[in-house]
C-alpha cells in the first residue's frame, strides 16, 4: 500500500497564498504522476493541477496563472503553491498518486490522500 499524506490546508484571506505539500510512503515501487484534485460542498471532485513524473504539467483553466505545482527530487512529494486565492477555492483539497507498489503486483494503483480543507474567505 501507498500512503498520502496532505498538509498545508488552512483559513486565508481572499488574495492571500497557501502552498500545500503531499509525501508518499509505504511499500512503494515507483510513483508515475501526482496531482491535485479539489472537492466544494455540492460539486464534483474535479483536477487542479497534475505533474507527470518527467515534469509535465496540466492545469484547471480556473486556476492558471495563480497556482503552481511542483515535485520534489525523490519523485515522491508534490506540492502545490496557491497565491492569489479566491472564495470559489475553498474545498477539500486532495492529493493523488499513481503508482505501484509491492503488493500491487504489476498494476499501477491510483491513491488518494484523506484532503486537507482550504477555505478562502471574503
Known amino acids: 500500500q501507498v500512503q498520502l499524506v496532505e498538509s498545508g490546508g488552512g483559513l486565508v484571506q481572499a488574495g492571500g497564498s497557501l502552498r500545500l505539500s503531499c509525501a508518499a510512503s509505504g511499500s512503494i515501487v515507483s510513483i508515475n504522476a501526482m496531482g491535485w484534485y479539489r472537492q466544494a460542498p455540492g460539486k464534483q471532485r474535479e483536477l487542479v493541477a497534475r505533474i507527470t513524473r518527467g515534469g509535465s504539467t496540466n492545469y484547471a483553466d480556473s486556476v492558471k496563472g495563480r497556482f503552481t505545482i511542483s515535485r520534489g527530487n525523490a519523485k515522491n512529494t508534490v506540492y502545490l503553491q496557491m497565491q492569489s486565492l479566491k472564495p470559489e477555492d475553498t474545498a477539500v483539497y486532495y492529493c493523488?498518486?499513481?503508482?505501484?507498489?509491492?503488493?500491487?503486483?504489476?498494476?499501477?494503483?491510483?491513491?488518494w490522500g484523506r484532503g486537507t480543507q482550504v477555505t478562502v474567505s471574503s
Open positions: 493523488n498518486a499513481g503508482a505501484r507498489a509491492y503488493d500491487s503486483g504489476s498494476r499501477w494503483v491510483d491513491y
